[in-house]
């Protein structure tokens, strides 16, 4: 069975501080799909990553920059230098690649940027 | 604008009533899913249609159905309403069946049972 697992419930920092987001995995395909997704208080699902498991490579895009570890199944999110307009709830989702596909969500973690 | 549209945004019902919410997918996408985010359970699959066939069920209710269109737009049905399905409803849509095509959420409908 998959599962997705963030630890952290709530988050609260202040402005430009650096921020990470643990997400941790588990699921017996070898094919599989990673996600996050932002979720502000407007309450829509703002996707942000997609990662196969084949590409363990970092990503950074601006002052994102994800961490994907398949030996700890793990694929974290930091942010650098937060600002308030990231105040959201955040998602970490796997996807299976045969079958469905559908997402199986972490419980999510709400960060809170203070100025 | 994400592409897949839903309505209505906001729906308040009582209890033991019955609801439609709506969902139209990006131009071309083939599959819908949907899903449930509650305060108890989080953010749940219900269900996946692809191309007018339903391809795979996760925890959905029986009081709660689904279908999808010629069109391609999908219909989610909820009966004999309960408190406990207060809950924002999201749809998606991906090209072909899942996720490697890109999976692209609508906005909700937010379901108030009083």
């Known amino acids: 069975a998959q599962k997705v697992t963030q630890a952290q419930t709530e988050i609260s920092v202040v402005e430009k501080e650096d921020v990470t987001l643990d997400c941790v995995y588990e699921?017996?395909?070898?094919?599989?799909?990673l996600f996050w997704y932002k979720q502000p208080p407007s309450g829509e699902l703002v996707f942000l990553i997609r990662r196969n498991s084949f590409d363990e490579q970092n990503e950074i895009s601006g002052r994102y920059s994800w961490n994907f570890q398949k030996s700890t199944s793990s694929f974290n999110f930091t942010i650098t230098a937060s600002q308030v307009v990231d105040s959201a709830v955040y998602f970490c989702a796997l996807s299976e690649f045969q079958g469905a596909q559908k997402l199986v969500f972490g419980q999510g973690t709400r960060l809170t940027i203070n100025p | 604008d994400s592409g897949v549209t839903q309505t209505p945004k906001h729906l308040i019902t009582a209890t033991g009533q019955r609801v439609t919410l709506r969902c139209s997918p990006r131009s071309g996408d083939l599959s819908v899913y949907w899903y449930q985010q509650s305060l108890d359970q989080g953010l749940q699959f219900l269900i996946q249609?692809?191309?007018?066939?339903?391809?795979a069920k996760g925890n959905i209710l029986e009081r709660f159905s689904a279908q999808q269109f010629p069109d391609l737009h999908s219909e989610l049905n909820l009966s004999s309403l309960e408190l406990g399905d207060s809950a924002l409803y999201f749809c998606?849509?991906?090209?072909?069946?899942?996720?490697?095509?890109?999976?692209?959420f609508g906005s909700g409908t937010r379901l108030t049972v009083v």
């Open positions: 998606a849509s991906s090209a072909s069946t899942g996720v490697s095509y890109g999976y692209t």
């Open positions: 699921t017996r395909d070898t094919t599989y799909y």
């Open positions: 249609y692809y191309n007018g066939e339903e391809r």
